[in-house]
Nanobody
């Protein structure tokens, strides 16, 4: 069982930055692809970014490419999402997720474990 706890959400003005963190409980954290998803009110949960097990490959949604950076620390069992140049349309609940896989996948159905989510609100 993997438990994921997100933190770092909040209210920020457009153009600002936030850094989300996700702490994992399991000591085999390095065996999981880690990803961030988000869900805005009335919309489906969507893929944002993912990093592979060795942190040598990342993948981003087109909507955040060049603005968001995902990273991980396998010693601290943590994954991060640095968000810059935030826009009002980035407003959503952001979820950390873990996939026991050797390659990155973007479908929510592939991720076995989820955090409780952290709210990010970007004001215009």
């Amino acid at each position: 069982q993997v438990q994921l706890v997100e933190s770092g959400g909040g209210l920020v003005q457009a153009g600002g930055s936030l850094r989300l963190s996700c702490a994992a409980s399991r000591r085999l954290f390095s065996a999981y692809v880690m990803a961030w998803f988000r869900q805005a009110p009335g919309k489906e949960r969507e893929f944002v970014a993912a990093v592979n097990r060795n942190a040598d490959n990342t993948h981003y949604a087109d909507s955040v490419k060049g603005r968001f950076t995902i990273s991980r620390d396998n010693v601290k069992n943590s994954v991060y999402l640095q968000m810059s140049s935030l826009k009002p349309e980035d407003t959503a609940v952001y979820y950390c997720a873990a996939d026991y896989s050797s390659y990155i996948r973007t479908s929510t159905r592939r991720y076995e474990y989820w955090g409780q989510g952290t709210q990010v609100t970007v004001s215009s």
